[in-house]
């Protein structure tokens, strides 16, 4: 369990969890206190519990993306599987095939019906099809607080949400990361970048985090900076 903050780490290996259930990530098993910074390019493959970057989590998930894989044979996600406590997950994006048995999201896996959890999604993207949930499967009647989200598809939410759940401005997003007309922006390279501008002294005060601008990679899509 990593109990520190998790900046600017890149993971381009492939992590396996064998056939059991255990949190695994491309960036983390399991964390608690902030993950900034960070991609996952590495195949995820295993039992249970996987995440490109984090199997379980609580805390802060800003400006991290997966474009990686991630295969399991029950709980998967392209960013967290579950969280535990408060998360938010902020300015993060998923263009990594996820694949899983029972519970499986683009950005978010699940909420537990058990145990005091909430999740908060701010300016987050999927960018590919999956029908269990693009932006999350299944929310456990939890507290869901969504805003700015954008799917490739209309399978926003695979289960639904409660009724009890807050969710304002979602929209759709090309696979090649433009959007369709009459978004705020032409592009995912450029939300990515209008938000860090807009919130990197916020981040630098508040939490002492450098947040990082985005480039185009090789891939067609966003990457850090140098």
Do not use: H
Not at 80 to 85: A, I, N, Q, Y
């Amino acid at each position: 369990i990593n109990k520190g903050v998790i900046i600017n780490c890149n993971n381009y290996a492939t992590v396996s969890s064998g056939d059991y259930w255990m949190w695994c990530g491309g960036i983390a098993g399991e964390s608690t206190n902030g993950i900034y910074n960070c991609k996952n390019a590495g195949l995820i493959f295993g039992g249970n519990g996987l995440g490109g970057i984090v199997g379980i989590a609580g805390g802060r998930i800003v400006n991290c993306c997966n474009i990686g894989n991630v295969t399991a044979a029950e709980t998967s996600a392209g960013i967290l599987v579950r969280p535990t406590g408060c998360v938010t997950i902020q300015n993060s994006f998923n263009v990594g095939m996820v694949v899983g048995g029972r519970y499986c999201g683009g950005v978010v896996s699940y909420l537990s019906s058990d145990g005091d959890q909430e999740l908060t999604l701010n300016y987050c993207y999927n960018l590919v099809n999956i029908p269990k949930g693009g932006l999350l499967c299944t929310a456990g009647g939890r507290t869901v607080i969504i805003s700015n989200a954008y799917n490739v598809d209309n399978t926003f939410f695979g289960n639904g949400l409660p009724s009890s759940a807050t969710v304002t401005n979602t929209g759709l997003i090309n696979a090649d990361g433009t959007f369709p007309n009459g978004t705020p922006y032409l592009d995912l390279l450029t939300a990515l970048n209008a938000w860090v501008n807009a919130n990197k002294q916020t981040y630098l005060d508040t939490y002492n985090v450098e947040l990082k601008n985005w480039v185009m990679g090789d891939n067609g899509y966003p990457t850090f900076a140098d």
